[in-house]
């Protein structure tokens, strides 16, 4: 039996920020749609991770969604609807894009895995099989949830969820909830929970509220910092830890409230709930663990692009591309895990592994 594999000459893995931006600029380098790139992606309907938000992250919540290239958000979605989930407004936008630059997005396809094959790589779906010259991952975190290790956890007898599984505060009336971790998630559904119930919130490291607002400089300054672990090949790290929290008025008023009382992290799960190091215990019905993503890169693992210690060693115009493979570019990774990041990373990407593969011609702006 013989399996036909689907040639392309750039296969990008994924169609949220940072896909839909490579794939915009691959378009405008003058690569044929279909056989010149095609983008793949999971999820069933356009709209990247933000289809699964839950529903309060509206537009006046969410931190900002960034243009992708070439169409504005505002020409989609009325600007003053602010109340509207950013479930809903994004992938409508995010479609919308799609269809204006007939992007040729195929799915549901999900990869499973990728391998080298000489000059090629071979694309390993859920659906067709894909041989491709060159890469753009941009598969995002939604997929790799991450839940530390903590001893007991298995004991717990209520229950445990993650970030990726709230959905409404009221779901969690007349229980007590405890919260763990310390970034913007971890306080906005913080926040949300203790106005229907009882919440106790713990974090690793005293969490910093900012009082004055995110200015352009700061967000540079934290972009560098994560550029250059990744350049040095380190885990790229959250960007909270250098930036701090913004204090909304929201948050503020959970300050009030005495929700913002933090407690050091527990050292153990019992079957009722935590305990301290000094002993010190607390019941609780639920375990909501706010710890964040971590990239999802499983289905490259063949490619042996990670270090010893799990990080990998990034280089070009904007950290995109990999060191030890430069067919190989990672959009979304690191320093452009933004809307905006990935918007300009999305361009270098395209830019620089189009030069590396010798293919297209025209150059984008
Ligand atoms: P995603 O949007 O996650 O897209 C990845 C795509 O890849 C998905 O469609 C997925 O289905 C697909 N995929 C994954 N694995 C595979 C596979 N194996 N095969 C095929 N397809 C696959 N950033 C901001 O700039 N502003 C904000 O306000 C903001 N708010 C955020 C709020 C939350 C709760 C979270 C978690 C993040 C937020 N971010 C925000 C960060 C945000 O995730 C990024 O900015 C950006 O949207 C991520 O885009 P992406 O394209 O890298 O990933």
Not at 39 to 48: I, N, R, S, Y
Not at 227 to 248: A, F, H, K, N, Y
């Amino acid at each position: 039996e013989v399996h036909l594999a689907y040639k392309v000459d750039i296969v990008v893995i994924g169609a949220g920020q940072a896909g839909l931006s490579s794939a915009y600029h691959l378009h405008e380098l003058g690569l044929a749609p279909g056989r010149g790139y095609l983008v793949l992606d999971k999820a069933p309907a356009p709209g990247g991770a933000w289809q699964y938000r839950w529903p309060s992250l509206t537009l006046s919540t969410v931190n900002r969604v960034h243009d992708l290239p070439g169409m504005a958000f505002a020409d989609v979605i009325d600007p003053g609807l602010t109340e509207v989930p950013a479930s809903q407004a994004v992938p409508r936008y995010y479609e919308a894009y799609e269809r204006k630059f007939e992007l040729p997005v195929y799915r549901p396809v999900t990869v499973k895995v990728v391998c080298a094959r000489g000059e090629r790589f071979r694309v390993e779906t859920d659906k067709e099989t894909f041989s491709a010259r060159g890469l753009i991952n941009a598969t995002g975190t939604w997929e790799t949830p991450y839940i530390p290790d903590y001893p007991g956890r298995e004991s717990f007898r209520g229950r445990q969820l993650h970030t990726r599984d709230y959905r409404t505060a009221e779901a969690f009336a007349g229980q007590r909830v405890l919260v763990v971790g310390g970034g913007i998630s971890a306080v906005q559904i913080l926040d949300e929970i203790s106005r229907v119930t009882d919440t106790i919130w713990v974090t690793r490291s005293e969490p910093r509220f900012r009082d004055r607002p995110f200015t352009p400089e700061d967000g540079r300054a934290a972009v560098a910092l994560v550029e250059d672990r990744v350049r040095r090949g380190l885990i790229p790290g959250s960007i909270v830890s250098v930036t701090g929290l913004p204090l909304t008025p929201a948050l503020r008023a959970a300050r009030e409230r005495g929700v913002l009382a933090r407690r050091p992290m527990f050292s153990a799960i019992t079957p009722e709930g935590v305990r301290w190091a000094d002993g010190q215990e607390e019941k609780v019905d639920v375990i909501l663990w706010c710890t964040g993503f971590r990239s999802s890169l499983d289905h490259l693992a063949p490619l042996q692009i990670r270090e010893d210690d799990g990080g990998i060693v990034m280089t070009g115009r904007l950290a995109t591309e990999v060191a030890r493979d430069p067919r190989i570019h990672l959009v979304g990774y690191g320093p452009s895990a933004s809307t905006i990041g990935a918007n300009r990373a999305g361009a270098a990407a395209a830019r620089e592994l189009t030069a590396t593969l010798g293919i297209g011609g025209i150059s984008a702006n």
